[in-house]
């Protein structure tokens, strides 16, 4: 069984195999032939870009695997902008590719998870932040890449009593954006330009004001890739965005493509209960698509990732997940005669011995578990790599499986395209080898990718959806 996974991970990165019902680890791709037809007429057109909006947690909001898939889209399609953001710098380490940030003066920052959730100051909208300022000439600025000059500029604000005025600067222009309202409501504006742009300010004048998203764009074809996400935040944790605005945006931003990208974050919760969740599920899918129209949605299965934390070990009721091996270093072999032969332990059907067959190597396991595979004699004293299941070993938590299966299964009843992420990693414990082998993909805590692992993750995810378009004689 374990030899048949490493079999996996080395498949999972070769050509996809399409059937009727999957292009490698898409699945019910059928439903997101109303994009594949706008994106086969994206390259050298012109007008509004082919739009993909993703919303999601840490994965998202890092923008590792985003801005990857941004950059390989552009460069085939064009650029179509840099598409939708939260505004300001919501959260420490805000760093999005594409677009430098600037905000200056004082702003409250509200967001529907974390810190900005415990005493929130206005709605929010679909990038699950808003910020707000009672300060005279508070700022935000942004300055975009070569590749993310724009023609088009969107900023969404709440109109409210008492409200104060947005003084947008782009190009040496100005417009104003003003605020106040007889009544509570969103707002969003417009602004198109005859030639691109590379920067735009905003700045803040009388009352209060609360931006809640803001976004740039090139009308000229290509595609925008927007990812909107908050740190730990589970899907859920959308239901705390305000309908009116969200309904405001997506009439604004007009995406051709949503992509929901939750479900680490629910697999590590202390307690995974499967009919909550489903319920949770179906419930936030059902509001984005009553707010959002008839636009395709691709559901994203939760990854692969591992914890070594004891009380995830049941955190779901499932049976106890088997660990992880993962490489160890050994002692040296102490001298011994170069003739002497080499002894193996009686192998079982599900012996560890495939694995380091596959891996090309022979290695024995440091305590505290037995041997995997007697060393062969050598005269040389030099350290040795081998793999095992260590004293604290690395293991998926139960949680992640159930919540995979439950997107699945209710991606397929409500016609949604899901994509299988762990298993086009390679399946079940590849993060270690993602971790601990060169090139490293992921992060140390084995749930987030480094920039390399995020180029994979979505050249994994475009080889799928390519395959997928590319079956268009199968619907």
């Known amino acids: ?143 975009a890449s070569a590749m993310e000059t724009f023609n088009r500029f969107v900023i969404c604000a709440t109109a409210e009593p008492g409200a104060g005025t947005l003084v947008i600067s782009v190009g040496g222009e100005t417009e104003r954006m003003e605020l106040g309202s007889l009544i509570t409501r969103p707002e969003c504006k417009e602004l198109r330009f005859d030639r691109l742009q590379p920067a735009v300010s905003v700045v803040t004048e009388g009352g209060p004001v609360t931006i809640t998203s803001w976004a740039t764009f090139r009308d000229a074809g290509g595609v925008a890739l927007s990812n909107v996400g908050v740190v730990g935040s589970q899907f859920i944790h959308f239901s705390r965005n305000d309908d009116a605005v969200v309904a405001e945006e997506l009439r604004s931003y007009d995406p051709d493509l949503i992509v929901l990208a939750f479900g680490t974050n629910e697999g590590f919760s202390p307690r995974v209960n499967p009919q909550e969740y489903e319920i949770a599920l179906r419930t936030q899918i059902g509001r984005v698509r009553r707010l959002a129209g008839r636009v395709p949605i691709l559901l994203l299965g939760a990854p692969d990732a591992l914890s070594r934390r004891a009380e995830m070990l049941n955190n779901a009721p499932t049976a106890t997940p088997a660990p992880c091996i993962e490489p160890v270093t050994l002692p040296p072999l102490a001298e ?76 397929h009843q409500l016609r949604l395209g899901f994509w299988d992420w762990e298993a086009r990693m390679g399946g079940r414990c590849t993060a270690v080898s993602w971790v601990k082998l060169q090139p490293t993909r992921m992060r140390p805590d084995y749930v987030h990718f480094n920039s390399a692992g995020g180029q994979e993750i979505a050249n994994r995810l475009q080889t799928d959806l390519d395959a997928a378009a590319g079956a268009g004689w199968r619907w």
């Open 336 to 411: 011994t005669p170069a003739q002497a032969t080499p002894s193996r332990q009686p192998r079982t059907g599900d012996a560890i011995d495939d694995v380091l067959e596959a891996l090309g190597e022979q290695a024995a396991v440091a305590k505290p578990t037995a041997p995997l595979l007697q060393a062969p004699a050598t005269t040389t004293a030099a350290p040795r790599i081998g793999w095992a299941i260590t004293a604290k070993p690395l293991f998926p938590p139960p949680g992640l499986k159930v919540v995979r299966e439950v997107q699945r299964r209710v991606a």
């Open 1 to 143: 069984m374990i030899g048949a996974l490493l079999l996996a991970a080395a498949a999972a990165a070769s050509a996809p195999v399409v059937t009727a019902d999957c292009a490698g680890g898409l699945c019910d791709y059928a439903v997101l032939k109303p994009y594949f037809d706008k994106l086969a007429a994206a390259r050298g057109g012109g007008g509004k870009p082919v739009h993909i909006l993703q919303i999601g947690d840490s994965h998202t909001a890092g923008d590792s695997i985003t801005g990857a898939w941004r950059d390989m889209l552009q460069a085939r399609y064009g650029s179509g902008g840099r598409g939708v953001m939260p505004p300001g710098r919501p959260f420490q380490g805000y760093n999005p590719r594409g677009v430098r940030v600037e905000m200056t003066g004082s702003w409250t920052v509200s967001s529907i998870f974390g810190p900005g959730s415990q005493n929130p100051r206005g709605a929010r909208g679909l990038a699950g932040f808003s910020i707000t300022s009672t300060m005279e000439g508070a700022r935000i600025g942004l300055t």
